[in-house]
């Protein structure tokens, strides 16, 4: 896809975002709309996914660390074609399969079951060696939040990768620089990240996270270092998209109401008019 594609799909991909959290009425949508542009880039430029065949032992791996920005991995996985875009609506509703956190038993395109922060980059890691055991190509992607990688599981995995070499695995860090709490530097600073990431012995690339000319450069990089596992530290804004919602750490964990959803949908409507 051309970048102009790839804004188009990541507009949509953020209108679904605020569909399901909506109707919900529960859910996190700041850090599913900061990264809608990593995860429209991941799902179509980037890994090599059918939704005709989403158990292909070939296929590219997904891990979404921070498992409770789901409503942007459904919306993306809905617009691939894994399942009905109509189903985002379902979200968190009992008996849907579109859980608060991703379940791997029950959606289809979901590569691990995530949630408890930390946990998802150790299982991302295991893939990715896995990969290297049964001498298999495909690659692992796993994204995480800049709050997240204060949990020294984070760590923990990320000093086996460096050691064992998976090249063939590529951390996200979807750095937009808020929590639930407020600012990570306020909270517990994880900076200097790119420093910390390359001590573990990681190839690491800083980017802006909302350009798709950064997001492809980076990673084609990645995929052409050798010898070492690649991070991304992706700097992006929290809501990204919806001008109330950007920046604002009241955003992190709540659903918009009635007039708020469809001055958010407005707004996603005029940029995808501009787009056209």
Request: negative net charge; glycine residues 10%; charged residues 25%.
């Amino acid at each position: 896809m051309n970048k102009l594609e790839l804004q188009k799909k990541a507009v949509e991909v953020r209108k679904g975002i605020l569909t399901g959290v909506y109707n919900a009425k529960s859910g996190h949508p700041g850090g599913s709309l900061s990264a809608a542009d990593i995860y429209t880039y991941l799902y179509f430029e980037e890994m090599n996914v059918d939704p005709s065949r989403p158990d292909d032992p070939d296929r590219d791996r997904f891990v979404l660390s921070k498992g409770h920005t789901a409503p942007g991995y459904y919306s993306t996985l809905a617009s691939r074609g894994f399942f009905p875009v109509e189903d985002l609506k379902t979200l968190r509703h009992v008996g849907s399969y579109l859980q608060g956190h991703p379940d791997r038993k029950h959606t289809p395109g979901v590569d691990m079951s995530s949630g408890s922060l930390g946990q998802g980059f150790s299982a991302a890691v295991g893939m990715a060696l896995a990969a290297k055991m049964q001498g298999r190509e495909y690659r692992t992607y796993c994204l995480c939040g800049d709050g997240e990688i204060q949990e020294g599981q984070i760590w923990e995995a990320a000093m086996f990768a460096g050691h064992r070499k998976l090249d063939n695995l590529c951390l996200i860090v979807d750095n937009n620089n808020l929590q639930i709490d407020g600012t990570v530097e306020e909270v517990c600073s994880p900076y200097p990240i790119d420093e910390k990431f390359r001590a573990f012995n990681f190839h690491v690339i800083t980017i802006n996270g909302n350009d798709f000319d950064e997001l492809r450069k980076a990673f084609d990089e990645a995929k052409q270092h050798k010898g070492k596992p690649s991070a991304v530290i992706a700097s992006t804004v929290k809501g990204k998209g919806v001008s109330f919602m950007e920046n604002n750490v009241g955003w992190h964990g709540k659903a918009p109401s009635d007039d708020e959803y469809r001055l958010a949908m407005e707004e996603l409507e005029k940029e995808a008019a501009k787009l056209c």
